[in-house]
């Protein structure tokens, strides 16, 4: 009886093991889709294929979010400025906040946004969201985008997303290195240490 219980013991953690590591794996091979291009705040055409060949933080936010992307903009600002003080912000990373409610964030309520959080217009913190020229292929392909890192979201009826809670860290090629937790939880000065090793 003694060696039956010994054998599910050891299939249950081989099993845990396995899963854990799936997981770890998936993450560490995920990369943007070179065919997803959104618009930015400008209304100008985004396509990850031809972004720039630096790091990249990306977070997933609507602008009508009642808590956790407005703590987690604010906390990115916060982070932009300890970049930009170490003379990296804009050299070696940029910032990317992707609207997962782009019928309603249209390119001129971005651009509001960024007013809002004091966000500077430098071209270093860009802003996506869907072309309204094209929006039902635009909802597509930010779908496609937030599913490269697992990133969940959906609209229970009444305009409050329910969302995933991380942002993502990604190499100059949109490949996945690291995701953080959104919010309150969102550690600055980890989120700079992390980048600051990899440049």
């Known amino acids: 009886m003694k060696k039956i219980y010994i ?3 050891s299939i ?6 396995a899963g854990i590591s799936f997981f770890l794996i998936r993450d560490m091979t995920s990369k943007i889709p070179d065919d997803i291009s959104l618009v930015t705040m400008h209304n100008e055409e ?3 294929s031809k972004s720039n060949k630096k ?3 990306v977070e997933f936010m609507y602008t009508h979010c009642p808590d956790i992307c407005p703590t987690t903009t604010q906390r990115m600002n916060l982070l932009k400025n300890d970049l930009v003080a170490a003379g ?3 050299k070696n990373v940029e910032f990317l906040s992707v609207s997962i409610d782009p019928y309603r964030d249209t390119p001129e309520e971005m651009v509001n946004y960024m007013k809002t959080f004091d966000i500077e217009d430098d071209g270093n913190w860009t802003l996506l969201t869907g072309d309204p020229e094209n929006m039902k292929q635009d909802q597509k392909e930010t779908l496609e985008l937030a599913e490269t890192f697992q990133f969940q979201y959906r609209d229970p009826g009444d305009g409050f997303y329910v969302h995933s809670t991380f942002v993502f860290l990604v190499d100059e090629n949109n490949k ?3 995701k953080f937790p959104m919010g309150e939880e969102f550690d600055k000065d980890e989120i700079f240490k992390k980048i600051m090793k990899e440049i």
């Open 46 to 48: 985004y396509d990850f």
């Open 88 to 90: 990296v912000f804009g």
């Open 55 to 57: 790091l990249k933080l």
């Open 176 to 178: 996945f290195i690291k």
């Open 12 to 17: 249950v953690a081989l099993g845990i093991v």
């Open 7 to 9: 054998i599910c013991a």
